[in-house]
């Protein structure tokens, strides 16, 4: 299962977010999700473990105050909708890889 955990303090790493979750059976990977501009954590991340270890650490670490912030800890869920897919600029009617078709 993927796990999503929020309000995590900044200054957590991979391996503390993976230590935290380790008590409740093997985790196979845990990441901390860094601003791709500044390299910085932006305050979250995931953890993927079997479901039933994962089942028993969201309910023991749900809102559990670590490093001085509340935890938030629930199932991942796909991200929904919004922006993705083909940028770049439009071609106009007939153009193609080859160059506007002619006749």
Same mark, same amino acid.
């Given at each position: 299962? #993927?796990?999503?955990? &929020? #309000?995590? *303090?900044?200054r957590t790493t991979d391996d503390q ?5 380790e008590t409740f059976g093997p985790v196979?990977? *845990? ?13 979250? =991340?995931?953890?993927?473990? &079997? ?22 800890? #629930? ?7 919004? *922006? &993705?897919? &083909? ?8 153009? =193609? ?7």
């Amino acid at each position: 299962m #993927n796990i999503y955990v &929020g #309000n995590l *303090a900044f200054r957590t790493t991979d391996d503390q977010l993976r230590s935290m979750f380790e008590t409740f059976g093997p985790v196979r990977s *845990a990441s901390v999700v860094m601003d791709r501009e500044t390299g910085r954590s932006r305050g979250f =991340g995931f953890v993927e473990m &079997g479901d039933e270890d994962g089942h028993k650490a969201i309910a023991s670490l749900n809102g559990q105050d670590i490093d001085g912030r509340r935890l938030t800890v #629930n199932e991942a869920r796909p991200r929904q909708g919004g *922006a &993705g897919g &083909g940028g770049g600029p439009r071609s106009r009617y007939g153009d =193609g890889p080859r160059g506007p078709r002619m006749g």
